[in-house]
């Protein structure tokens, strides 16, 4: 059975962190499951903690006026879920749902947030692999955005 | 160059603007097409388009075509009826490297109405199963109801011997699959990036988007294809309406390998 610190390296955030880090990242996460159409979160409540997708499909939720829910992404195994609790106002911008059975592994945001503090080597690393993840979902949402199916473009 | 007759024998819709084809030589047949290739199908007094092969090249005789209406003959194609006559030249371009790609992963990346011209090949790996390694098809579309072939997807994502994922950009309550484009499956996708061949149609931003993501997991430049789409009139080489720089699409492609068309896809003005 694989102890959580070694579970966490299945994203790209904590993959080639020391042991004696990844230690100290596990100090804040636990495992956690959801039933299908289990809410993780709900948009606007206080965003606190964070989850790495072990086994199965989450789906981000946004509501639209008119439109309903829609599903803006998913995440499946390997990928990581909230961003929010990154920065203030520490508040959710989507909802999240499980989409089947899904396992992950939930992080305390304000626990990690007060160890990159104390550690500042830690925090720099954290945060440029962070911004890595950050950038490769910013450039997926605007290709999402450019609507590159739609009629004529192929 | 002159069309020959086929008879459409059956008609299907795929999406509210999508519909295969299937179509039978009346007379004389032009050659077997093979993975990749493309026709010029001609509406009788509307005028040509290219359309690549959506068939199993195992059957022989009858051509698979499937069609977005967006245009006049495309409409018109889209409206035809089973026993109705069109014209058909062809099989004019290259194939998909299936040669190259024995023995190793194939990693299909589709995105929208890119789907059709990559399913003979995937017909073709399933067909000779045990000479390839694994099968990939990383699929995406605008939303559930503009997935083509959805059926025949979900049957492939039943086979044990295939790995296939399927995600849409935007999706209501009720669809329990992926949503985010369709380069997100890539890096967690089940292939050996030095033992694999890659196979991409669609969009060409998504295509630019999905090649650098294949690079970036480690695959190298000469194993990723993509296959062009430009205005094509003669299929030949002739007229030069399909040209790109210092190729022809129809008569040099349309199947490229990345590092020869990804500097012209950079040039705006092309």
Known sequence: MRTLDALITDSPVFADLEHHELELIAGCAKNVGFEAGDRLFREGD????????????????????????????????????????????????????????T???????????????????????????????????????????????????? | MTPLAYRVERKRRETAGTWTLDLEPVGEAIDPIRPGQFTM?????????????????????????????????????????????????????????????????????????????????IYHVLGNREEYGNLVLLYGGRSPTELVFRQEVERWRARLDASVEVTVDTAGHDWRGRVGVVTKLIPRAPFDPGNAVAMIVGPEIMMRFAAQTLLERGMPVESVFVSMERTMRCGVGLCGHCQLGPTLICRDGPVYRWDEIAPLLEVQEL
């Not at chain 1, 947030?113 to 925090?123: N, P, S």
């Open chain 1, 103 to 154: 396992r992950a592994v939930e992080f305390d945001g304000a626990c990690l947030r007060d160890k990159c503090a104390a550690d500042t080597d830690l925090g720099y690393r954290l945060l440029t692999r962070i911004s890595s993840e950050l950038v490769s979902v910013l450039t997926a949402a605007r290709l999402q955005l450019a609507d590159v199916y739609g009629n004529g473009d192929h």
């Open chain 2, 41 to 121: 199908l001609y509406l009788f007094g509307v005028g040509e388009v290219p359309i690549s092969s959506s068939g199993d090249p195992a059957l022989d005789g009858r051509l698979v075509h499937t069609i977005r209406a967006a245009g006049a003959v495309t409409r018109g194609l889209c409206a035809a009826n089973p026993g109705d006559v069109v014209g058909v030249r062809g099989p004019f371009g290259n194939t998909w490297p299936l040669e190259l790609a024995r023995g190793k992963d194939v990693v299909v990346v589709a995105g929208g109405i890119g789907l059709p011209p990559l399913r003979p090949a």
């Open chain 1, 46 to 101: 206080p965003a606190d903690t964070f989850f790495l997708v072990r086994h199965g499909l989450v789906a981000l939720e946004q509501y639209v006026p008119n439109r309903g829910v829609l599903t803006v992404d998913t995440a499946g195994p390997g990928e990581i879920v909230g961003w929010s609790w990154l920065v203030p106002p520490h508040r959710w911008q989507l909802s999240a749902r499980a989409v089947e059975q």
